[in-house]
């Protein structure tokens, strides 16, 4: 089955940021943490962002999800303000993997009730049409339909992780935000969670942010990388360009400080 999205590109345009920028009592002019931003995600395209703790990843991915506004510059889908959609469509738009599939799962739910409460959310279809859908997204991230009535502390972190992937497909979205999706992971169900992520790339043109402080893993994965340091981005190109003929000096302290053990997963690359 085509399971396929809609084409659409959601860009970050010139994109400036601070933290309380909207406060009404605020004496002091907040400080910026980004700094004329601009990132491109196109759909069945995977962007590899890094930087430090603090160089304004999480904050990127915050306006890409709507959950904040820039204070200059904007944030469009297809050309339209994010802001301008309603919170329905920019669920469907762009969903959010987090890092650690332990805290991002609600403990009290089982992995059916899990699964249906985007549909059920926002109101769509009924118990009969939401429960078809989560099997059918089990399906599709390989978790065995036994699973359903199961709570997150039953599964392995990679169970969990395969959850929260589907969790975020639940709506469809078109752009998917991945926020170090395996680092939290033992190493041998990283690579595992980084094909699924490709395959469900390839079976639905589904375009990714894929947020890294590890530039080595970002490599194997992105067709462009976006370094930023201190909030502005100090270099990007093709993910081969940036890690093997890196042009700015962050980069290569980025690429220093993440060259992998020969016995990573990542190290001979992620298996096909
Ligand atoms: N809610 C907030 N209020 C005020 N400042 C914040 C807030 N969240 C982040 N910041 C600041 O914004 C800057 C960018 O933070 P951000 O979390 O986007 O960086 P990051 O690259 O995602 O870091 P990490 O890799 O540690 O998650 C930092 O200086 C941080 O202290």
Redesign the pocket.
Known sequence: MNTATPASTLALENVSFA??HAGLFRRTPPGR?LHGVDIRIASGVTVGLV???????????KLMLGLATPLEGRVLLDGQPLQALSRLERARTVQMVFQDPYSSLNPRATIAEILAAPLRVHGIGDAASRGAEVRRMMDAVGLVSAFAQRYPRELSGGQRQRVAIARALMLQPRIVVCDEPTSALDVSVQSQILNLLLELQRERGLGYLF?S?NLAVVQHLADEIVV?QG?RVVERGTANAVYFRPGHAYTRQLIGATLLPPDSAFAAGVPA
Not at 51 to 61: D, L, M, Q, V
């Open positions: 933290y309380g943490v930087g430090e703790s603090g160089s304004g990843k999480s904050t990127i991915a947020v402080h930023l909030g």
